[in-house]
């Protein structure tokens, strides 16, 4: 159980586009997901937090405007990276917390997402 | 802010040697404390977590982490590492509404 997965895998994409990336709980309802950035041998970088039906809260020296986060449902949130540049490039992975919204609760992570903006 | 902190960036081992992967973290309330692993070209799994009881945790594969309150730590350790155990390692602490990651720990182990 505890499934999350991430849709595409891999794009890539011209300067100026936008790009849309899935994330879903297959096998529970999640309140709450989470966006992460991961550079080549670093670490992950929270950069918002979604809760299902109202605004994400994001973390600080992320552009809202430029990262557009929808949790709609319970089991699918997406981060729309606006009008993405070539340092828009990155691996994006979202995951998932299982149960009723406590901050206790375990993380489920999805595969990744890498953008690759030419 | 809650900050965590792996010592080694890189560890290299042979095959059934022991493994003890530090992680500490800064934050003064209760903590959950969790490991992670990522095997290449994989994505983070779930290795073991701590809320509560039992400071001596047990998770998948083999490898457990003690919680020690006193000195923040929560050490991630197997007795004999094996080749497939080659991947990065994540200690991550979650502390209010948000999970924050360590450095991460490469590890690699020779057949």
């Known amino acids: 159980g505890a499934v999350v997965s991430q849709h595409p895998s891999w794009v890539i994409c011209k300067s100026g586009t936008s790009v849309k990336i899935e994330c879903r709980s297959l096998?529970?309802?999640?309140?709450?997901m989470f966006w992460y950035r991961q550079f080549p041998k670093q670490s992950l970088m929270l950069m918002a937090t979604?809760?299902?039906?109202?605004?994400?809260?994001?973390e600080q020296g992320v552009e809202k405007d430029k990262f557009l986060i929808n949790h709609a449902s319970l089991t699918l949130s997406t981060l729309t990276v606006t009008s993405a540049h070539p340092e828009d490039s990155s691996f994006y992975i979202c995951?998932?917390?299982?149960?009723?919204?406590?901050?206790?609760?375990?993380?489920?992570f999805g595969p990744g997402t890498r953008l690759t903006v030419l | 802010a809650q900050s965590v902190s792996q010592h080694n960036h890189h560890v290299i081992l042979s095959e059934a040697a022991s493994l003890e992967l530090g992680c500490n973290y800064s934050y003064g309330g209760t903590v959950n404390l969790f490991w992670y692993v990522q095997y290449p070209g994989q994505h983070l799994q779930l290795l073991l977590k701590?809320?509560?009881?039992?400071?001596l945790v047990k998770g998948i594969k083999g490898f457990e982490a003690e919680f020690i309150k006193s000195k923040f730590s929560f050490n991630l350790r197997k007795p004999s590492v094996q080749w497939s155990d080659t991947a990065e390692y994540f200690c991550a602490v979650n502390a209010g509404n948000m999970l924050t990651f360590g450095g991460g720990t490469r590890l690699m182990v020779k057949p």
């Open positions: 995951s998932a917390r299982e149960g009723g919204g406590l901050s206790t609760d375990t993380q489920y």
């Open positions: 701590y809320f509560s009881g039992d400071p």
């Open positions: 096998d529970f309802q999640a309140t709450t």
């Open positions: 979604s809760n299902e039906g109202s605004k994400a809260t994001y």
